[in-house]
């Protein structure tokens, strides 16, 4: 006896005794183990009243077939205790007489935790692998389209028995797509600089409705023939904040509104919300976005009208923008009605 109890102070667990029916018949621990009922609490006490239903059924299944073969058993349960938490413990069973069996009650809330853990690190280590290879398939993508472009239109520069008409039509091509490829890298080299935490939030104190007013004016020639820009700021506005980001996501939101809205109006807007917050929307009458697309329009590479040329990388960028000013954007669209992009910021 001596013996045992050094053992069972020695032991970092504790050692319940339930008879065939489930009966606390003894408690067995080191003083340095913490239970969360007293041992004069548990024993002669139903296990049913300390644990759920079904614990308590894995409790009473192992019991009998410990009593029935002599074998070793084991199985691990958890145990909610209210505003104490949820704690993981494995029970080994052992037959200590014909009709009581010592149970062997191991803490594993660690070892729980560290292969939930593992679980959510692979999850995320295989949802990153995905994604990397969604996103460079659709880079390839991208990049292929313009560079074919590029390719096939020079070809033709060199190739006799073309009018003149014709060659300069083929560079403006070129051009283009030598723009849109060039905007495709700039934007794939932005986001991996945002996502990869090396991207610079520099804070000063400007004056923001100058820039808008400006960022309006620079919008003003690449508009469809017939539609209007409004641009509605106050005379002067102060804000704390990194201009250059803040002038990326309004060029950004400006950019896929022009591209869009063939009749109608653009209307570029910065209010002050209230003493801390201000708000800067575009607001355009294009043809609208579906609903089930609109959840997904901050995602990488969603392109909404594949005839219209963009990388479907600015929104995402834009989002990211957004976060690291401490600020959040939203899309509102109704489709065959309009769109509105909106980034709020902190002053």
């Known amino acids: 006896m001596e013996i045992s109890s050094k053992i069972i102070r020695a032991l970092p667990e504790f050692i319940f005794v339930f008879n065939k029916d489930f009966i606390?018949?003894?408690?067995?621990?080191?003083?340095?183990?913490?239970?969360?009922?007293?041992?004069?609490?548990?024993?002669g006490t139903s296990g049913r009243n300390i644990y759920s239903p079904e614990v308590s059924e894995m409790f009473i299944e192992n019991?009998?077939?410990?009593?029935?073969?002599?074998?070793?058993?084991?199985?691990?349960?958890?145990?909610?205790?209210?505003?104490?938490?949820?704690?993981?413990?494995?029970?080994?069973?052992?037959p200590y007489d014909d009709d009581n069996v010592l149970v062997l009650i191991r803490d594993v809330c660690q070892r729980v935790a560290y292969q939930k853990e593992l679980l959510e690190a692979r999850i995320k280590a295989e949802k990153s692998e995905r994604m990397m290879s969604d996103f460079l398939a659709n880079v390839s993508h991208e990049i292929r389209t313009p560079l074919n472009a590029i390719v096939g239109f020079t070809d033709y520069?060199?190739?006799?028995?073309?009018?003149?008409?014709?060659?300069?039509?083929f560079a403006k091509i070129i051009k283009m797509n030598s723009e849109h490829l060039l905007n495709l890298i700039n934007d794939i080299l932005d986001l991996s600089r945002i996502e990869a935490g090396m991207t610079e939030i520099n804070r000063e104190e400007v004056e923001l409705s100058g820039l808008i007013q400006h960022i309006g004016k620079s919008f003003e020639p690449k508009l469809y023939p017939g539609v209007t820009l409004e641009v509605h700021c106050p005379e002067k506005l102060r804000v704390n904040t990194d201009v250059k980001r803040v002038s990326q996501i309004v060029m950004n939101f400006m950019s896929n509104a022009v591209k869009y809205t063939e009749k109608g109006k653009i209307e570029l807007t910065l209010i002050e919300v209230d003493t801390n917050n201000i708000r800067i929307s575009v607001k355009d009458t294009g043809p609208g976005i579906a609903e089930a697309s609109l959840a997904k329009v901050f995602d990488r590479f969603e392109k909404f009208n594949s005839s219209k040329q963009g990388t479907g990388l600015g929104l995402s960028i834009c989002k990211n923008l957004a976060d690291l000013l401490n600020g959040k954007v939203i899309a509102r669209s109704t489709l065959g009605v309009g769109s509105e992009f909106i980034v709020l910021l902190p002053k």
């Open 63 to 94: 019991i009998h077939e410990c009593l029935a073969d002599g074998q070793l058993r084991i199985m691990e349960y958890e145990v909610d205790f209210g505003p104490k938490g949820i704690r993981y413990y494995e029970a080994r069973f052992t």
């Open 157 to 169: 520069m060199v190739t006799p028995g073309f009018s003149d008409a014709e060659r300069e039509e």
């Open 24 to 43: 606390f018949t003894d408690v067995m621990k080191s003083d340095y183990v913490e239970l969360f009922h007293t041992r004069e609490e548990l024993i």
